[in-house]
């Protein structure tokens, strides 16, 4: 196999694989930050997905990922069904940077299409420009909580119309919500398997 240099184009290199292939340059080879923005999703997940084998990834001597156009493609059209399929659309309104970060992650992983707000303005802003098929909806937000957000929700598209699944680290809310019209409560902190379950659930309903 035939190596070839890449000019550095990151910032920062990583840490390189023993097994790792050089790849080369030119407009076929996307580099990480690259890449994510091809397939729209954040640079830890294209990492996530590399590590796991899913999306292949080649290296460049000093240790930095490239990937190829066309791999991307083909992970693209896998990632739709057989009849060309968009991938559901999530909305995620949570004020923890990091939360928001390992839900996008984790769900993105799993082939879903992540768009996320840090309050309710930024959530509601998100819902008129593209309306979701789900919303992931912190209750303990400040200025306007969740259950606001949640009232405006209903009050633009109907109740039930956009499934919504609340979360906080108040147990007792779970009543509440479900009151209120969420499809489903999850208290903090997470177990991923259930929060993908219960977006699974929602989302074939």
Same mark, same amino acid.
């Given at each position: 196999?035939?190596?070839?240099?890449?000019?550095?184009?990151?910032?920062?290199?990583?840490?390189?694989?023993?097994?790792?292939?050089?790849?080369?340059?030119?407009?076929?080879?996307?580099?990480?930050?690259?890449?994510?923005?091809?397939?729209?999703? %954040?640079?830890?997940?294209?990492?996530?997905?590399?590590?796991?084998?899913?999306?292949?990834? !080649?290296?460049?001597?000093?240790?930095?990922?490239? !990937?190829?156009?066309?791999?991307?493609? /083909?992970?693209?059209?896998?990632?739709?069904? /057989?009849?060309?399929?968009?991938? $559901?659309?999530?909305?995620?309104?949570?004020?923890?940077?990091?939360?928001?970060?390992?839900?996008?992650?984790?769900?993105?992983?799993?082939?879903?299409?992540?768009?996320? $707000?840090?309050? /309710?303005?930024?959530?509601? /802003? $998100?819902?008129?420009?593209?309306?979701?098929?789900?919303?992931?909806?912190?209750?303990?937000?400040?200025?306007?909580?969740? !259950?606001?957000?949640?009232?405006?929700?209903?009050?633009?598209?109907?109740?039930?119309?956009?499934?919504?699944?609340?979360?906080?680290?108040?147990?007792?809310? %779970? %009543?509440?919500?479900?009151?209120?019209? $969420?499809?489903? !409560?999850?208290?903090?902190?997470?177990?991923?398997?259930?929060?993908?379950? %219960?977006?699974?659930?929602?989302?074939?309903?």
């Amino acid at each position: 196999m035939v190596d070839f240099e890449v000019p550095d184009m990151t910032g920062e290199p990583e840490r390189s694989r023993s097994e790792g292939l050089s790849a080369g340059g030119g407009p076929d080879w996307l580099t990480l930050g690259q890449a994510a923005r091809y397939l729209g999703v %954040a640079q830890s997940t294209i990492r996530k997905w590399s590590d796991g084998g899913r999306l292949p990834a !080649f290296y460049t001597p000093g240790g930095h990922r490239r !990937f190829r156009k066309s791999d991307l493609d /083909a992970f693209l059209s896998g990632s739709r069904g /057989a009849a060309g399929e968009v991938r $559901a659309r999530i909305l995620v309104v949570d004020d923890d940077d990091g939360l928001r970060e390992y839900l996008r992650v984790t769900l993105e992983t799993d082939g879903y299409t992540v768009r996320e $707000a840090a309050n /309710a303005a930024e959530g509601l /802003a $998100a819902l008129d420009e593209e309306p979701p098929d789900l919303i992931l909806l912190d209750v303990m937000m400040p200025e306007v909580d969740g !259950f606001e957000m949640l009232r405006r929700v209903h009050e633009r598209h109907g109740v039930g119309a956009i499934p919504v699944i609340m979360f906080s680290g108040k147990v007792d809310e %779970a %009543a509440t919500a479900a009151e209120r019209g $969420a499809q489903a !409560f999850i208290g903090k902190p997470f177990d991923p398997q259930q929060l993908i379950d %219960a977006t699974k659930q929602l989302l074939r309903s």
